[in-house]
């Protein structure tokens, strides 16, 4: 097998439809494709069993988290490589092929995003060169093999072999961080992460978390960037973050209560306060 395909759905049925679709092209790639849905309350899962029977379906019956429901699948996957894909998502005809040839060419790449568009054609950013907190670090990303530090996770390929020694994704992040924490793993085995051009994937974005509130959201992105720091960096690097942190929090705070009588958008200033709030209150714990 070449490429196994693994999607993690959680209530995106309007979408995922298009996602599978777009997977059934003829594209010259022998492939697998695993779908794990956590616990959907829409018609997710009875939408797949009807309308694509060889899809590779696991239903759980709660939401394990992004992860932990990518890892389900691994057990199962026979490909060479893993190519890991949002439900939001559809792939160009060609993708699977130019992203397969590429990882056979560049054999010095453990894992590479592939080139995320937006609805409207437009280039969708997806690769980090820095990772969160990098900028008060010292020695401790020192000697990582190449210049890419990171790449979304909605659509990225990887090598079976250095996922599966990796032992997958650290199911300890739920949603948000888990990318960044596997591409750290896998450059620090000697690997470097690449990028993948001309592999086009339309990607939708954060359809999942339509209904969360921006507060909510942002809380849970700030508590993975806080287990990034405690997984891969020393106690005083930490310290030295959250200082930063510490400081722009109270001095945005104090200049938009400042301005708060001359904003008309009452709502958006009330998401930033509470949004620098969430930040002091988590650089004291």
Sequence with gaps: MDISIIIVSYNTNKLINNCLDSLQNPSGIEK?????DNASTDE?????????????LVANNENRGFGAANNQALPSCRGKYLIF???DTTVAEDTLQKSFLFMEVNQHVGMAGLNMVNPD?????????????EKSTRDELADLKGPIACVLGAAMIARADIINRLRGFDEDFFLYGEDQDLCLRIRRLGHEIGYIKDAEVLHWGGQSEINTTPVALFEKKLKAEYLFYKKHYPQETVYRIKKAQKIKALYRLFTLNLISPFVMNKTKLKNKIDCYQLVYRMTKA
């Design 32 to 36: 697998e494709i695993f779908v794990i």
């Design 44 to 56: 997710t899962v009875k939408t797949i069993s009807a309308r694509f029977p060889d899809v590779n």
């Design 85 to 87: 894909l949002n439900p």
């Design 121 to 133: 054609g437009s280039h969708q950013p997806s690769v980090s060169y820095r990772y969160p907190g």
